[in-house]
């Protein structure tokens, strides 16, 4: 198998309500997030399309969160939880014929970030309250 990668960032507000401290306050991240697809070559030499992979970043993740505050998205927009939150746009449009989504990561500073696998979006998908 062939792990194939795409990273992107957006700029977001967000604060974090549950939490004591300074990020209760509403302030903002370049944050930075990455794709992983699992998958075999296709008979075009792809495990995915580069291209389509964009496409649906800038529909399902971009159009959604980037200039945005998260806290209209996602209820606490902790880097955990968005990751989970874009597990659950890219997933169904990712899994096809033999490829899988096998990872999401999500940076909120350069030396800070999450890693989630499906495990992760089965256990923890109950507890990420989208707001909208
Ligand atoms: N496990 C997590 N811990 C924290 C999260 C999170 O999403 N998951 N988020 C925050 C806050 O959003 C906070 O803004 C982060 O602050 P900090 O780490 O200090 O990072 P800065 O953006 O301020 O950048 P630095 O240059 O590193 O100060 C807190 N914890
Ligand atoms: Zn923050």
Redesign the pocket.
Known sequence: MVILKREFSFDAA???PD?H???ERL?G?TYKAAIFVEGSPDEEGMVMDFVELKGLVEERILSKLDHSCLNDVIKR??????ALWIWGEMEPHINAGKRRLKYVQ?W?????S?IIDENDFENFRGMLEVVS
């Open positions: 967000h604060y974090l939490y401290g300074k990020c302030h991240h927009p902790s880097a955990e939880y968005i999500v909120e500073s350069p030396g800070s999450v």
